[in-house]
């Protein structure tokens, strides 16, 4: 197994992880470009020895490569070439779907959904992951559904409605996916006072045996042993 160095690019920080214990951050924002950002992390992670990255990115990715500048940093992402900025191996996935990789406990099917800025959301099966876009879909009242349940919504509904809706919103995808159990992260996940059944609260730190677990190898196969499908 590589010592991993994993990356967890968020709208306010970009939270950098050797170990469940060693971790550092410094601000993003929505002027954070690419080349800002690697000036960052060499100066953060001093003293650090790894030899391989994991990226999680809050915006689409596709086969390891960046298809859209996100929505609360500076642009230029898509035409990043990660592996020649920072000198080592990378592998980039969306950021809810590595955070959803590490979630991962039982067997089944998991439904992740992330209540941060927005809505993050990936399917877990197996040895397969399913980044997922469900934060775009449209609902009665709102543009998109993350509008809802995001941090917006919070602000504007009040924890005890935004409760409710959130409640509302995850059981019906359970049965929309046939998931076996859904996991909420996301820091406004613990804002949930009580989980409907199946549903359980996960934790920011699941991110770490995600971006780990990237690495993994089937030992006969000598391939990746995680199937992303994106």
Same mark, same amino acid.
């Given at each position: 197994m590589k010592n991993v160095l994993v990356v967890d690019i968020g709208g306010t920080n970009v939270k950098l992880m050797i170990s469940r214990d060693e971790k550092r951050k410094f601000p993003s924002g929505p002027k954070l470009t690419p080349k800002q950002m690697v000036k960052a992390i060499e100066k953060t992670v001093e003293g650090w020895d790894y030899d391989a990255i994991s990226i999680g990115f809050p915006s689409v990715v596709r086969d390891g490569k960046i298809l859209r500048?996100?929505?609360?940093?500076?642009?230029?992402?898509?035409?990043?070439?990660p592996e020649d900025s920072l000198g080592k191996p990378v592998r980039v996935i969306n950021d809810a779907a590595m955070q959803a990789l590490g979630s991962y406990h039982k067997d089944g099917r998991m439904l992740f $959904? #992330?209540?941060g800025t927005?809505?993050?959301s990936a399917l877990v099966w197996d040895d397969n992951l399913m980044p997922l876009e469900l934060g775009d879909l449209p609902y009665p009242g709102e543009k998109r559904i993350e509008d809802r349940i995001g941090v917006n919504g919070l602000e504007k509904l009040g924890r005890k409605v935004?409760?409710?809706?959130?409640t509302d919103i995850v059981t019906k995808l359970k049965l929309a996916f046939v998931a076996d159990y859904i996991v $909420? #992260?996301?820091?406004?996940a613990k804002q949930m006072k009580e989980f409907p059944k199946g549903v359980e609260l996960?934790?920011?730190?699941?991110?770490?045996?995600?971006?780990?677990?990237?690495w993994e190898v089937d030992p006969r196969s000598r391939k990746p042993k995680w199937n992303v499908i994106d």
């Open positions: 500048d996100p929505k609360h940093l500076g642009t230029g992402w898509v035409d990043w070439n $959904l #992330g209540l927005g809505l993050g935004w409760e409710q809706e959130v $909420l #992260g996301g820091g406004n996960g934790h920011n730190r699941n991110v770490y045996p995600g971006g780990i677990r990237l």
